[in-house]
């Protein structure tokens, strides 16, 4: 059974930082395509950070480009989002998720909202003074 837990969130000043985790159970994660994406209140999901398992190099949305950056842990099958300099519009419940597809390219996930086979529940972070 394929599952993804986020956890992690929380509330941070501004210029602050959190670090997210997705533990992955049920596929090996380095085998297919995981995402990032947040959904603020009113607004719509969108990919933020992606990984392939053909690319090495994590892809991401302008708007976090610089400040958060993505990584993987192949043995503990987990996913990290480490988010720095946290801006007043950061805030979002954030997801990770998957598709199953083969070959999966980040280019469809970054910047836009895409089918994909499983999410996980959300973590909400929360940037004020």
């Known amino acids: 059974q394929v599952q993804l837990v986020e956890s992690g969130g929380g509330l941070v000043q501004p210029g602050g930082s959190l670090r997210l985790s997705c533990v992955v159970s049920?596929?090996?994660?380095?085998?297919?395509?995981i995402g990032w994406f947040r959904q603020a209140p009113g607004k719509g999901r969108q990919g933020i950070a992606c990984?392939?398992?053909?690319?090495?190099?994590?892809y991401y949305a302008d708007a976090v480009k610089d400040r958060f950056t993505m990584s993987r842990d192949n043995v503990k099958n987990t996913a990290y989002l480490q988010m720095n300099s946290l801006k007043p519009e950061d805030p979002a419940t954030y997801y990770c998720?998957?598709?199953?597809?083969?070959?999966?390219?980040?280019?469809?996930?970054?910047?836009?909202?895409?089918?994909?086979?499983?999410w996980g529940e959300g973590t909400l972070v929360n940037v004020s003074t």
């Open positions: 998720a998957t598709t199953l597809e083969v070959g999966y390219h980040c280019t469809v996930v970054v910047g836009q909202d895409p089918e994909m086979d499983y």
């Open positions: 049920g596929f090996a994660l380095d085998r297919y395509t």
């Open positions: 990984m392939s398992a053909t690319h090495a190099r994590p």
